[in-house]
């Protein structure tokens, strides 16, 4: 059986610069090349069990989604793929699919897999039953917090963020502004609220709660809660959205009612990048930066399985206005 040492010998490579590149990191072109032909000509095999039991560890990074359906999510992941494969990492994606149950399932699935670090979106688990499924697997929260759990966390400004685009409703005029928010148990939900009954404070404008919708992360509730709104007796002349499907159900729903975004409506949605821009005229967004998010948390992760052993870090990415 062929071994390491005889793809060495017949490329002239050095043992590093092969193992590097079976690990799935990158090389030089006639390198890779030359490994390729070696490895098939030697019918030599990567015995990858054997290889992580004996250096503990298995190459892998678990992540755990609401839902791997999500646009946002989708394109979160793509970001951190990149930074893994440099690494000769891979990862292997779980969905919760929302169900409280089925995500402390998933997450000791994960852990028991045994995983060499773990990402995961949070929903409803609190801090102590995530710790006792985790164990001592490095784990990083993504886009969300949870009260009390010690480990590094990666997010967006969502209050500030909310701040901004309601800011931007109220200088256009509009006193009378919709918010259609997530399950306001969820971090993200309840610091979009704060943004949006903080900015309206501070331009001394009173708080209606009629006004304040909140449902799933999902169409449907995006769909439900912009008819709702619109159904008031004194309707808003300003909705915000504040997620990725969300927006895309109240986009909808306003299509059906005939109501044109922005002109009868002013409107500004969350993420749906590009819907709002093949609508005429383009919509407004609150743009989170999917692409850093993702990067930032491969590349964080990637540090504490290395044995970084810094205190827990919590960083708060920006996010912007965009047509």
């Known amino acids: 059986m062929s071994t390491i040492k005889d793809v060495a010998s017949k490329t002239g490579l050095s043992l590093s610069t092969i193992s590097k590149y079976l690990n799935g990191g990158h090389v030089r072109e006639e390198n890779r090349l030359a490994i ?31 839902s791997i359906s999500s646009p946002f ?100 005029g509009h006193r009378r502004i919709g918010f259609i928010a997530g399950p306001l148990r969820i971090s993200t939900a309840l610091e979009r609220a704060t943004g949006y009954r903080r900015v309206l404070a501070d331009y001394s404008l009173p708080v209606d709660e009629a006004l304040i919708r909140s449902g799933g992360y999902d169409v449907e509730s995006g769909y439900r809660l912009f008819n709702e709104l619109l159904d008031l007796a004194s309707p808003p002349t300003a909705i915000c959205v504040t997620n990725y499907d969300m927006t895309l159900g109240a986009i909808t729903a306003a299509h059906e009612r005939g109501v044109s975004l922005p002109a009868d409506v002013d409107f500004i949605g969350y993420d749906n990048i590009n819907l709002c821009r093949v609508v005429n005229p383009p919509l407004e967004i609150i743009e989170q930066p999917m692409e850093q998010m993702g990067r930032e948390a491969a590349g964080r992760i990637l540090a504490r399985i290395a044995g970084d052993d810094s205190p827990a870090r919590l960083l708060r990415l920006k996010a912007k206005l965009a047509k």
């Open 73 to 172: 999510f989708g394109q979160v992941v793509a970001a951190m793929e990149p930074v893994f494969r440099d690494a000769g990492y891979e990862s292997v994606v779980c969905s919760y699919y929302f169900q409280p149950e089925a995500e402390l399932d998933k997450l000791e699935f994960l852990a028991h897999k045994h995983v060499d670090g773990l990402i995961y979106v949070p929903e409803s688990a609190r801090a102590e039953q995530i710790a006792s499924r985790v164990g001592s697997t490095p784990l990083l929260l993504l886009d969300r917090t949870v009260p009390g759990m010690h480990c590094d966390a990666i997010v967006v400004d969502n209050l500030n963020a909310v701040y901004m685009a309601v800011e931007q409703l109220i200088i256009r």
């Open 36 to 66: 390729e032909r070696a490895v098939e000509e030697l019918d030599y095999s990567v015995n990858y069990f054997a290889r992580s039991l004996k250096a503990n560890r298995s190459r892998t990074i678990g992540i755990l989604l609401p």
